[in-house]
T-cell receptor
Framework: NAGVTQTPKFRILKIGQSMTLQCTQD?????MYWYRQDPGMGLKLIYY???????DKGEVPNGYNVSRSTTEDFPLRLELAAPSQTSVYFC????????????????FGPGTRLTVL | AQSVTQLGSHVSVSEGALVLLRCNYS??????LFWYVQYPNQGLQLLLK??????LVKGINGFEAEFKKSETSFHLTKPSAHMSDAAEYFC???????????FGAGTRLFVKA
């Protein structure tokens, strides 16, 4: 059971380039998330998805796009990379336990460290 | 709106000493509260969570946290620190039945030999 996997682990981009960060989970979780982590800032939600074909913006969506064509995959797209997007990106997933099931534990991938120069 | 405040971006303790990491939350509905731990160059993993079943929650690696509604706090403690506890710890809150989670800024724990 691999859990949540992310590729690549590291990437350096030039300003204006584009790239896709890949995320795959094998736990059949409905919910998936993309966060960015900046020093001293905790995690900020970029986008999330409640199931295949359904996505929505989080707290910091500008400059990013997502898609969710399958339950397993949730790629994050950067179209025109900017230095402000230098960060560590985490993908996470959680099951849907329902209102009576308690708070949903999120399972995180190992992260992608992105530098934009 | 929900929010989480972690008091102290860095905490340093000696090996064997008490660990206390502070977390205060704001929520208009009964919250679900979490502590996650992040070891260097890894993703976050769940340490423990409060879901209203009991106010004192025990987690992995000897950690526990107590939910105090009157103080809107969910502080994390461990009686005796170990070198392997050195990591960053995040407090988080989500609303009842919700799935979107708000994370605190994190507290980095240093353990001195």
């Amino acid at each position: 059971n691999a859990g949540v996997t992310q590729t690549p682990k590291f990437r350096i981009l030039k300003i204006g380039q584009s790239m896709t960060l890949q995320c795959t989970q094998d736990m059949n979780h409905n919910y998936m998330y993309w966060y960015r982590q900046d020093p001293g800032m905790g995690l900020k939600l970029i986008y999330y998805s409640v199931g295949a074909g359904i996505t929505d913006k989080g707290e910091v969506p500008n400059g990013y796009n997502v898609s969710r064509s399958t339950t397993e995959d949730f790629p994050l797209r950067l179209e025109l990379a900017a230095p402000s997007q230098t960060s560590v990106y985490f993908c996470a997933s959680s099951p849907r336990q329902g209102a009576s099931g308690g708070g949903d534990t999120q399972y995180f991938g190992p992260g992608t460290r992105l530098t934009v120069l | 709106a929900q929010s989480v405040t972690q008091l102290g971006s860095h905490v340093s303790v000696s090996e064997g000493a008490l660990v206390l990491l502070r977390c205060n939350y704001s929520s208009s509905v009964p919250p679900y509260l979490f502590w996650y731990v992040q070891y260097p160059n890894q993703g976050l993993q769940l340490l423990l969570k409060y879901t209203s079943a009991a106010t004192l929650v025990k987690g992995i690696n000897g950690f526990e946290a107590e939910f105090k509604k009157s103080e809107t706090s969910f502080h994390l403690t461990k009686p005796s620190a170990h070198m392997s506890d050195a990591a960053e710890y995040f407090c988080a809150v989500s609303d009842t039945g919700g799935f979107k989670t708000i994370f605190g800024a994190g507290t980095r724990l240093f353990v001195k030999a």
